[in-house]
C-alpha cells in the first residue's frame, strides 16, 4: 500500500475530490489533501496540482496522487514539470487506459477530468489505478528511466 495519497484540485473537480477521499478513507488508505479546502471558482488548478506533484515526488515509488480538474489535461502537464512525476490523464473511455498508465509507466499521479465523469467513473478509475501495480518488465524499466534522464 502506498505511504500516502496526496490530493488536489480547482474548483472544477473540488466536489468530485471528496467523494475520492471519502473513498479512499474508507478503503483504509492515509489520505491528504492538499487543496482546495473550499470551492472558489477563481482559483488555480496550478497551486494545488503542485503541491500533490512535489509531495509525491518526495517518494515516487511509494507517495501516490491524485488531481483533478475540469479535463484533467492541464492538471497533468503542471504536475508532469516536477522531476519524478508521471502523470496519466483520465476522462472516461475505456478504463485498461487507466490500467496501463501503471503496468507500463507506472503513473504515480492519476489526473482526472471531473467535466467528463460521473462521481461512479470517478471512483471505478480510482479503484482500477490504485489496485494496478507497475509490471517491473525491462522494457518499461528501460523506457522510465530514459524519461527521467531527459534534460532540458
Not at 16 to 42: C, T
Request: aromatic fraction near 8%; hydrophobic fraction near 40%; glycine fraction near 10%.
Amino acid at each position: 500500500m502506498p505511504q500516502k495519497i496526496f490530493l488536489g484540485t480547482d474548483h472544477a473537480g473540488f466536489k468530485l475530490k471528496g467523494e475520492i477521499e471519502k473513498y479512499l478513507l474508507g478503503q483504509g488508505f492515509n489520505v491528504k489533501d492538499m487543496g482546495a479546502h473550499s470551492l472558489d471558482s477563481d482559483d488555480d488548478y496550478v497551486d494545488f496540482v503542485v503541491l500533490v506533484a512535489k509531495k509525491v515526488a518526495e517518494d515516487p515509488d511509494k507517495n501516490k496522487g491524485i488531481i483533478l480538474g475540469g479535463s484533467g489535461q492541464g492538471e497533468a502537464i503542471a504536475a508532469n514539470k516536477i522531476k519524478g512525476i508521471r502523470a496519466a490523464v483520465y476522462y472516461g473511455g475505456k478504463a485498461e487506459i487507466i490500467k496501463l498508465s501503471r503496468l507500463h509507466n507506472n503513473a504515480n499521479i492519476l489526473s482526472l477530468g471531473a467535466r467528463f465523469l460521473s462521481k461512479e467513473e470517478a471512483l471505478d478509475a480510482v479503484k482500477i489505478w490504485m489496485e494496478t501495480g507497475f509490471s517491473n518488465e525491462d522494457r518499461h524499466i528501460r523506457r522510465i528511466k530514459k524519461i527521467n534522464n531527459i534534460k532540458q
